[in-house]
């Protein structure tokens, strides 16, 4: 049986280079510190060994984190936030940070990263879902350190987010069926209080009143962002004795659930009714039919809330970084696909 390798430690240099573990750390610290014949026996050894010097753990024992915590929901809508994390995690890189995540799930996790946020250990925070730990009236944000919220805005003073447009793109959704010719739609909306879905819904309810459609034109069922509510609200569409021939899911998630489970009952998509999504996950280019939806600028919101947040560590100003505004917001996309066309 094979035997996993075990990584090189400053100790194995020390001995391969017949000095002492401070001298090594000396070596690669403070080079100047040592004679010419000794930093290159140990920069020798290092080299033989393959030996990475473990940075981070560095930084802490100094004090000077580069740790930046980025915050997220336990279910925190996978396909979406992979794009979102990856772009934070090339711009911190790119200033010489490092990215942790911290999952809310509960009271004993949400005070273990407050206290994580006072330790000194961090450089700055992240989140990403517009939720913040709170215990017993303790909040992460005491701690003092430059933070920003992506995706969601918990409204909270001093911290700034970077957004979508949720209700103009929400918009587009509804513009795009009753272009189509579809006057009533059936809404499968977000978790309630969650703030995309408040944006979203102020869209699609000030787009419908534009049109000159009545109340009774939407019809609107909750959901909560994940497949299993999607065939809930599909369920909740095929009982319904007059059918919306336009539907809008509050994410990609539930609409690819949403059309499956329809279409499992005999109902032709877009034949019988058209389909419109949010987000652009890949997955939408490879359900049946693919999925017309909005496409969230994803690994550019990350990467924006990421830039902003090393401008703010670097001492820059908030209103100057955000040109007097109090917000930074992106657009969303229209992407057309095979879910919708005009009603039969």
Known sequence: ????????????????????????????????????????????????????????????????????LVIVPRRSNPPFFSE????????????????????????????????????????????????????????????????VAICADPQVPGLPPVLLDDVGAARMQVEHLLDLGHRRIFYLSGPTGNYNETMRHRGIVDAMRDAGLGEDALVEHPGDYVF????????????????????????????????????????????????????????ADYCEPTLTTIAQPRFELGAAGAKLLVDLLAGGRLTDLLGGRDRMLMQGRLLVRDSTAAPR
Do not use: W
């Open 228 to 283: 299993s509510g999607g065939v809930a609200g599909a369920k909740a569409y095929l009982g319904l004795a007059d059918r919306p021939t336009g539907v809008i899911c509050g994410n990609d998630e539930s609409a690819i659930a949403f059309v499956k489970t329809v279409r499992s009952a005999g109902v032709k998509v877009p034949g019988d009714l058209s389909v419109v999504g949010f987000d652009g996950i890949e997955f």
């Open 84 to 147: 979102v994390l990856h772009g934070i995690d090339v711009t911190l890189a790119e200033a010489g940070y490092v990215l942790i995540t911290g999952y809310m799930e509960g009271v004993d996790r949400d005070l273990r990263l407050i206290e994580l946020a006072t330790s000194g250990h961090l450089a700055g925070l992240l989140t990403t879902s517009g939720q913040l730990p709170q215990v017993a009236g303790r909040s992460i944000l005491d701690a003092g350190l430059p933070a």
């Open 1 to 68: 049986m094979n035997q996993i390798r075990r990584l090189p430690r400053i100790g194995d240099v020390a001995e391969a280079a017949g000095v002492s573990v401070a001298t090594v750390s000396r070596a690669l610290s403070a080079p100047e510190k040592l004679r010419e014949e000794t930093r290159a026996r140990v920069m020798e050894a290092v080299k033989t060994l393959g030996y990475t010097p473990n940075s981070v753990a560095r930084q802490l024992r100094a004090g000077n984190s580069q740790l930046v």
